[in-house]
């Protein structure tokens, strides 16, 4: 079987570590990516799209349509941390575009000649935020169960079909959305939050979301895999 993936938000962070190791395994991975000319991990091709222009996601939903992609992950993702008081509803609809809208538009999008081929894998990347949350994440929480409620739904419609689609819930992963978003102290006070010890490594996440977009997951559909080290078992 040609095994053809799409990666969005393929350039950095757990999505690179993504496209990289399907790239190893004898995947055909195109990333996508905000910028222009932007540059793909090497052995990888490039699409730019930006998903906070709600036109061009639809521009490129359609795009991708006849592309022959048996393999989608919806990594690409935004995050703001306030309080719902402060929340500016822009900001808002701005995290419910990029991280629910577009992977339901592009899941749309390539699922019909997935169907047609009798085979495909979506992953849906998740996080613990959409199985717990906590003070400042109402916003992006709503996102992230959003995302795990559509993935469940979608696995029920295209089961039939051997078109699995799962979440994978990470935890607290060492990338630079992280380290932005908790800074240096915070990254100290969180590792010493998780049962592990430590932050999760992109590398570590890329592994679990080769194997549920492999044809090594034969059975699993509609579940969100959640990674992270211990954190939400307290």
């Given at each position: 079987m040609h095994k053809k993936a799409l990666v969005t938000g393929g350039t950095r962070g757990?999505?690179?570590?993504?496209?990289?190791?399907?790239?190893?395994?004898?995947?055909?991975?195109?990333?996508?990516?905000?910028?222009?000319?932007?540059?793909?991990?090497?052995?990888?091709?490039?699409?730019?799209?930006?998903?906070?222009?709600?036109?061009?996601?639809?521009?490129?939903?359609?795009?991708?349509?006849?592309?022959?992609?048996?393999?989608?992950?919806?990594?690409?993702?935004?995050?703001?941390?306030?309080?719902?008081?402060?929340?500016?509803?822009?900001?808002?609809?701005?995290?419910?575009?990029?991280?629910?809208?577009?992977?339901?538009l592009l899941c749309r999008a390539v699922v019909p000649g997935m169907s047609k081929r009798k085979f495909g894998r979506i992953v849906n990347i998740t996080s613990v935020f959409g199985v717990v949350s906590k003070e400042g994440r109402s916003a992006?929480?709503?996102?992230?169960?959003?995302?795990?409620?559509?993935?469940?739904?979608?696995?029920?419609?295209?089961?039939?079909?051997?078109?699995?689609?799962?979440?994978?819930?990470?935890?607290?992963?060492d990338t630079e959305l992280t380290r932005g978003i908790l800074g240096e102290k915070g990254i100290v006070e969180m590792s010493e939050k998780i049962p592990m010890g430590r932050l999760a490594t992109p590398e570590e996440m890329a592994h679990y979301v080769l194997f549920l977009a492999s044809e090594e997951n034969t059975y699993m559909t509609g579940q969100n895999v959640v990674v992270d080290g211990g954190f939400t078992c307290g």
């Open positions: 757990i999505g690179k570590c993504v496209a990289k190791l399907l790239s190893q395994n004898g995947f055909e991975v195109t990333v996508t990516g905000t910028c222009a000319r932007g540059e793909a991990p090497k052995g990888c091709s490039y699409l730019a799209v930006d998903f906070s222009d709600l036109q061009a996601i639809e521009l490129f939903a359609k795009e991708i349509q006849e592309m022959g992609f048996s393999v989608l992950i919806n990594n690409a993702g935004i995050n703001k941390v306030g309080s719902l008081s402060d929340y500016e509803l822009k900001d808002f609809q701005l995290l419910q575009q990029v991280n629910v809208t577009a992977p339901f992006y929480s709503a996102t992230k169960f959003a995302l795990s409620g559509l993935t469940k739904a979608l696995a029920l419609e295209t089961a039939k079909d051997n078109v699995l689609v799962n979440c994978l819930a990470p935890g607290f992963v």
